[in-house]
Structure formats: C-alpha cells, structure tokens
C-alpha cells in the first residue's frame, strides 16, 4: 500500500481547488470554439468536420454545433459542393483595432499616400474575403467627403464592386464560381441597370484591359478605378481603387490622369508584401 503525505496531500488538494476556481471562471464552450479554429492550418486550410473534431480533439456533435455558429458569424465558410471548411478572413477581424501595427498596413499606406498625391483623389487598399472584399486601408483627399461610408474594416460585396471584380478577374473561374454561391456579409442595394453585362464576361473584360474604370454601383456621381494587386504569379491579393466624383471629370480625364499611378502603386505593393512575406488571400 502506497502512503501518501499530509504535504503530498495537501498539495493535491490545493491544485483541485484551482482546477474548479480555474474552470468556474471560464467559458469552456469559447474555448472549445477557438480549439475549432486552431484546426486549421497553413497545410490543412479546408477540412471536413470529422478531421476538424480529431484535431480540435472533440466529439462530433460538440464539433457541428461550433462550426454552425462560427458560420454564422461568418468567421468559418462551408466549401460549396462537398463536405469541407475554411476560415475566412473575418478571423482578422479580431485584430482590426491595432491594424495600425501590421505590417500589411505600414506598406500598404504609405504607397496610397503617394498615389493620393498624384491623383488628388481617395485610394483605398482591399482584400477578398469569402464573397465579399475587405478594406484594409483607406486615404483620404482632403476633406472632400464622396458620399460612400468606405472606412478600414467596410465589407462590401465582391462581385457587385468594382474593387471586387478587379480581384475575381484574375482568379481562375472556378474560383469566381465559388465566391458567386458565397452570401455577402452586408447586402448592399445596387443602382438600376448598374451591371448589364454578365458577370463572367465583364471578368474577361477586366482581365485583358487590366483595369475597371466604370461609374460607382452604389452612389450616383461617382467614378471608380480599380487595379489588382498581383503577385509574382500573376494571383491576385488584392486591389487599388480610385474614386473621384464625376462633376469634376470624365471617365477619360480620370484614365489619363491617374490610370497610370495606380498600376505602379499596385505593382510596389505587391513586390513590398512578397519581400516582405505578408502575400496571402481565402476565398
């Protein structure tokens, strides 16, 4: 028979007691939706539910009600047509308030300052994220107010934006497919015959011109350019776009003066974020 010291004893019971204080103030189930997330990693970037339930190391009910709920927050993305996960982008959005601190933004920033000075017109930076484009940094010209609330952390739908659509012209179609079954975060109510084209062809479109330069689909009176950011390979993670009001130019004028800057801003941003390794993008 194996004795057991009052010390030893009692220092199994102080650990008890810090066991149940420690489990009494905290939530198990948050912790067990962020061992959900923890699942995924840069080589397992969709998984099925049963594989995300092995890792997370819980069981397969506790695991489906996690990911329904992270879903629906939209920080995890049901993979269309099979049994799979993804986490979105929307898992940055926790970090949002000290973006100031990323590197993404401190190379993205200080290049749309310089395009804002060349073109005297507002620039903003975004990414896709699930079926909607992200922005991540935004500058204005001036005080001139243009009559959208775009800010950092705005989410607007991909295939309904110019930026957006800048971004899915250069993904590969089946790509565009998925994000197109995708439902937008924030549904946004679009002007009256503001795509007439179908949406593949005005990809294709995009893609060969390198570029959309088209009237906003949102406000009246405002003209957007907007210019993919690529990589070496040529994938896009992310975009530029210029908005101008257009009582002060025409499309034309808002091509010659400012076509050219923002194709050389989005070539430094990409050659600054693959040297810099911040390259990355989630459908």
Same mark, same amino acid.
């Given at each position: 028979?194996?004795?057991?010291?009052? #010390?030893? &004893?009692?220092?199994? !019971?102080?650990?008890?007691?810090?066991?149940?204080?420690?489990?009494?103030?905290?939530?198990?189930?948050?912790?067990?939706? /962020? =061992?959900?997330?923890?699942?995924? *990693?840069?080589?397992?970037?969709?998984?099925?539910?049963?594989?995300?339930?092995?890792?997370?190391?819980?069981?397969?009910?506790?695991?489906?009600?996690?990911?329904?709920?992270?879903?629906?927050?939209?920080?995890?993305?049901?993979?269309?047509?099979?049994?799979? /996960? &993804?986490?979105?982008?929307?898992?940055?959005?926790?970090? /949002? #308030? &000290?973006?100031?601190?990323?590197? $993404?933004?401190?190379?993205?920033?200080?290049?749309? =300052? +310089? $395009?804002?000075?060349?073109?005297?017109?507002?620039?903003?930076?975004?990414?896709?994220?699930?079926?909607?484009?992200?922005?991540? !940094? =935004?500058?204005?010209?001036?005080?001139?107010?243009? +009559?959208?609330?775009?800010?950092?952390?705005? *989410?607007?739908?991909?295939?309904? *934006?110019?930026?957006?659509?800048?971004?899915?012209?250069? $993904?590969?179609?089946?790509?565009? #497919?998925?994000?197109?079954?995708?439902?937008?975060?924030?549904?946004?109510?679009?002007?009256?015959?503001?795509?007439? =084209?179908?949406?593949?062809? $005005?990809?294709?479109?995009?893609?060969?011109?390198? /570029?959309?330069?088209? !009237?906003?689909?949102?406000?009246? +009176?405002?003209?957007?350019?907007?210019?993919?950011?690529?990589?070496?390979?040529?994938?896009?993670? +992310?975009?530029?776009?210029?908005?101008?009001?257009?009582?002060?130019?025409?499309?034309?004028?808002?091509?010659?003066?400012?076509?050219?800057?923002?194709?050389?801003?989005?070539?430094?941003?990409?050659?600054?974020?693959?040297?810099?390794?911040?390259?990355?993008?989630?459908?």
């Amino acid at each position: 028979m194996i004795k057991t010291s009052r #010390h030893e &004893a009692g220092d199994s !019971e102080l650990s008890s007691d810090l066991d149940e204080k420690k489990a009494r103030s905290t939530v198990q189930s948050l912790a067990k939706g /962020f =061992r959900v997330l923890e699942a995924f *990693t840069a080589e397992n970037d969709e998984l099925t539910l049963s594989q995300i339930a092995v890792t997370a190391d819980l069981d397969p009910g506790t695991t489906f009600r996690m990911l329904n709920t992270l879903v629906d927050l939209g920080y995890v993305s049901r993979i269309p047509e099979s049994r799979r /996960f &993804a986490l979105t982008l929307k898992v940055l959005d926790l970090g /949002f #308030h &000290a973006i100031a601190r990323t590197d $993404l933004r401190s190379i993205v920033r200080p290049i749309l =300052r +310089g $395009l804002v000075s060349e073109t005297n017109e507002a620039a903003s930076f975004a990414v896709l994220q699930g079926a909607d484009v992200l922005y991540l !940094e =935004r500058v204005r010209a001036g005080i001139t107010r243009l +009559g959208v609330d775009i800010r950092i952390g705005t *989410t607007v739908p991909a295939t309904q *934006t110019a930026i957006g659509q800048s971004i899915l012209a250069f $993904l590969p179609e089946q790509q565009v #497919h998925k994000v197109q079954a995708l439902t937008p975060t924030m549904p946004f109510s679009m002007r009256p015959h503001a795509m007439e =084209r179908p949406l593949l062809e $005005l990809l294709g479109q995009i893609r060969e011109d390198g /570029f959309v330069l088209t !009237e906003s689909l949102f406000t009246d +009176g405002l003209r957007i350019l907007a210019v993919p950011v690529l990589d070496i390979d040529g994938h896009p993670v +992310g975009a530029i776009s210029i908005a101008a009001p257009s009582i002060r130019c025409t499309a034309e004028e808002l091509r010659s003066r400012a076509l050219g800057s923002t194709l050389e801003a989005a070539k430094s941003i990409g050659k600054a974020l693959e040297a810099n390794g911040s390259i990355g993008s989630n459908v």
